[in-house]
Structure formats: structure tokens, C-alpha cells
């Protein structure tokens, strides 16, 4: 019953809202061929040969994010806001992210003043696959449609400069060499594709394109929803960073949450924890004599 009613959402919704939500998406970044472009049941490898490899000079760090951070055990969440006048509207619902979601990051050497600066580049460094959860919400034509997605970014984000802590002896959380505690992160938009099965299969899905995207930046551009800065943690290596933006859905899913939602911000939370499943995936070592932020393994 749930498959025929899935099947039906899906036949009313692919003239109104594929065109409407979709066909924009695949006209640009998401239609390309590009790794990012087209519809996506899993994320890539991060050894795809498809991806764009770190510089010359950089180190390579790939980032799980399944996996609790360390300093306060949080995990990597998507709060999903359904918009205002939806079926599913008032019933928010949390979901995690699997573990095939990863983000690259290129790590530059120490610079003179021993900080470091890590850049993630376009065209699928970065992929968020949420868990096939079911929205249980907006009546039986909405109920059991699931949540799962796959967000992979098709544009590149912004340096990110790290400095020590402000007293490793007290805290390993990188600083700015203003003193301020944060880490960001600034990627340029992402394809997801909606209306999976949690099978593997991509028929009746379709893609909604996001555009830039802002983690770790606390109260500035989150739409007045109040997150804390992002935090990276030099000891293990790790981060976490925090965003608050509509997310536009397409198909089924943008029938129950609304396809704009751009008043309606979800909060997607990423932890990232170097992938202990690639070998030699370490993170970098911070340039502090006293070894107190030092992560095991680290690279200088």
C-alpha cells in the first residue's frame, strides 16, 4: 500500500513540482556532468577518480561524518522544518546522517605565524546523505515517504584559516588570531537528490539545487536562529559546525514540506572525524611545544 501511494504522490506531483523545483536545478549546476550533477542513491567514494584531488604541497584529510565529537559527544543531526501551510507543517523531525557522508578538506603547511589554513573545493568534496527515516507526518499521503537524501556540493567553499587555542592548557578549540573561538566552513551550493527509496534506486527521484550554504557562523546569515560558533578541535583533529537555511524540496517531499521553505530553515549540524577507515588519514599537528593539543598521528 505504502509503494502505491508513493507511486501516486509521484505521478500528481512530476508536472507541478519536478518541472517547478527540479527542472531549474538540472538546467544548471545539476544537470551537468560534473561528479555533483544527476540523480544520486549513495555518495561517491572519496577516492573517486572523478573528484579533484588536493593541490601539490596540501595534505588530504577525509572526514566521516557518523561519528560523535569528542569534546561533548554531539553527532551530526538535520533538523528538518516543514514550511508554513504544508501538510507536514508543525511537526519538525530529526534525522542523522549515514555513513558514506563525507567532507575533504586540503590542508596547507604551517604558515610563519604557526597557523593553518584548509580549503574544500567544488564539484563533490562534500556529501551529506541523511537516513531514510519517514517523515511520519501530513496525513496518510505523507506519512511514510522518507526523509532520506543526498546533498553533494557543486561549488567550493571559502579558505579557512586556524590558529592555537587560546590556552591549550585550559582548551585545544582553534582560535582566530583576533582570540575568537570559531571554525567555518562556506560551500557554494549542493545537489540533492529526494524521493529515494532507501534501496539504492533512483526511480521517481528528482533534484533540488541549494545555494551557498554558511556552517559554523553563529547568529550572522542563519535567519535569527541562534547557533554557536563553529569548533574545531585541534586535540583530535575534529569539528563541528552548525547552519540554519531553507532547504527546497522537489517531488513527493516538496508535496508534504514544502518546496521553498525558505522561511522555514532547517538546522543541519556536521561533525567531522578523520575517516579511520582510509589509511593514513591523520590530521594536522598544531605548532605547540607543549604537545598538550597535539592529535595522535598527526602530520606537521
Known amino acids: 500500500m505504502a509503494l502505491t501511494l508513493r507511486g501516486a504522490r509521484l505521478m500528481a506531483a512530476v508536472a507541478a513540482t519536478l518541472l517547478a523545483g527540479a527542472g531549474p536545478a538540472l538546467a544548471g549546476r545539476c544537470g551537468t556532468p560534473l561528479i555533483s550533477g544527476g540523480l544520486k542513491a549513495s555518495c561517491p567514494s572519496p577516492d573517486d577518480p572523478g573528484l579533484p584531488g588536493c593541490p601539490p604541497g596540501t595534505t588530504r584529510v577525509v572526514y566521516r561524518l557518523d561519528k560523535p565529537f569528542p569534546p561533548d559527544g554531539s553527532v551530526s543531526s538535520v533538523l528538518v522544518n516543514p514550511a508554513a501551510g504544508s501538510p507536514c507543517a508543525g511537526a519538525p523531525k530529526t534525522v542523522g546522517l549515514l555513513s558514506d557522508s563525507y567532507i575533504i578538506g586540503c590542508w596547507l603547511p604551517k604558515d610563519p605565524r604557526g597557523c593553518r589554513t584548509v580549503h574544500i573545493f567544488n564539484n563533490g568534496t562534500m556529501c551529506l546523505h541523511f537516513a531514510p527515516d519517514p517523515l511520519g507526518c ?13 546533498a553533494i556540493s557543486n561549488a567550493g567553499a ?99 514540506l514544502g518546496q521553498d521553505g525558505r522561511n522555514s530553515p532547517w538546522i543541519v549540524t556536521l561533525v567531522g572525524v578523520p575517516d579511520d577507515r582510509i589509511p593514513n588519514n591523520n590530521p594536522p599537528c598544531l605548532d605547540d611545544s607543549s604537545g598538550l593539543c597535539q592529535a595522535p598521528g598527526c602530520f606537521q
Not at 499521503?141 to 543526498?150: T, W, Y
Not at 551557498?212 to 546569515?221: D, E, P, R
Not at 532547504?247 to 513527493?252: D, K
Open 138 to 150: 501530513g496525513g496518510p499521503a505523507c506519512s511514510n515517504l522518507s526523509i532520506e537524501q543526498v
Open 158 to 256: 571559502a579558505d579557512r584559516h586556524l590558529c592555537r587555542p587560546v590556552d591549550p592548557a585550559t582548551s585545544c578549540r582553534s582560535a582566530r588570531l583576533n582570540g575568537a573561538e570559531m571554525f567555518r566552513l562556506w560551500i557554494g551550493g549542493l545537489c540533492s537528490t529526494m524521493d529515494l527509496d532507501g534501496q539504492g534506486d533512483t526511480n521517481g527521484a528528482c533534484i533540488s539545487q541549494w545555494g551557498a550554504t554558511y556552517w559554523g557562523y553563529g547568529a550572522v546569515k542563519q535567519r535569527g536562529v541562534p547557533l554557536d560558533p563553529g569548533w574545531y578541535d585541534w586535540q583530535t583533529g575534529t569539528f563541528k559546525v552548525a547552519t540554519a537555511a531553507g532547504r527546497p524540496q522537489c517531488g513527493a517531499l516538496g508535496q508534504c
